[in-house]
């Protein structure tokens, strides 16, 4: 069955230093996200991706973040000068359409530590 | 915005029994509430979904029930197992949302032999 792979697994890094959390969604997939979980606590959206465009994107989404299909099988998140409390579990997502309803399927994380 | 509360916590039943785990939702236009079950380490995994147009689901042990008038929808598990142990989240999402779910805070289930 056809999967979400998210790479690494778990990235350690200093404040200030920029990061980049890798997905690659399901092949046929026409629409990807981001969301973050941040320990203990809800599955919050931050940036749902459609034909290289940003579609929608959270308030928790600032200039510090930002997203990119550089191929055609990888989408990225990058974090320019992370901060402590960008500690949390990215997931990203993939559905084959926008319209609701159209299920999300969700890879197995990236845990960020901002130290 | 939308905003979805979910009840309890944390929940716990024996073996056999049923599990119920409660949602509300605050936008009026939500018409996509599904319902993931998260282990852990993993990532969220949908288990059942249903849509505004439909007042019930189910899906084996699994059910769930959508009131639009109350805004509220819920989980229902019966003949609980060990292996339904889990985080489970209720969602809501809205065409013309873009798909963005807006998730619940989540709920502890632990089903004890």
């Known amino acids: 069955e056809p999967e979400v792979t998210q790479t690494p697994s778990h990235q350690v890094t200093q404040m200030g230093q920029e990061v980049i959390l890798r997905c690659v969604p399901i092949?046929?997939?026409?629409?990807f996200y981001w969301y973050r979980q941040i320990l203990g606590q809800k599955v919050e959206f931050l940036v749902s991706f459609y034909n290289n465009e940003i579609s929608e994107k959270s308030e928790i989404f600032d200039d510090q973040f930002s997203v990119e299909r550089p191929d055609g099988s990888n989408f990225t998140l990058k974090i320019r000068s992370t901060k402590l409390e960008d500690s949390a579990m990215y997931f990203c997502a993939s559905s084959l359409t926008s319209g609701a309803g159209d299920t999300q399927y969700f890879g197995p994380g990236t845990r960020l530590t901002v130290l | 915005g939308e905003n979805v509360e979910q009840h309890p916590s944390t929940l716990s039943v024996q073996e056999g029994d049923s599990a119920v785990i409660k949602c509300t939702y605050s936008d009026s236009a939500s018409n996509y509430f599904p319902w993931y079950k998260q282990e852990l380490g993993k990532g969220p995994q949908l288990i059942i979904d249903?849509?505004?147009?439909?007042g019930e689901k189910k899906d084996q042990r699994i059910a769930v029930t959508l009131n639009k008038t109350a805004k509220h929808f819920s989980l229902h598990i019966t003949e609980t197992q060990p292996e339904d142990s889990a985080v489970y989240f209720c969602a809501a999402s809205f065409t013309g949302g873009g798909n963005k779910l807006t998730f619940g805070t989540g709920t502890q289930l632990k089903v004890e032999l």
């Open positions: 249903i849509r505004s147009n439909v």
């Open positions: 092949s046929n997939h026409l629409y």
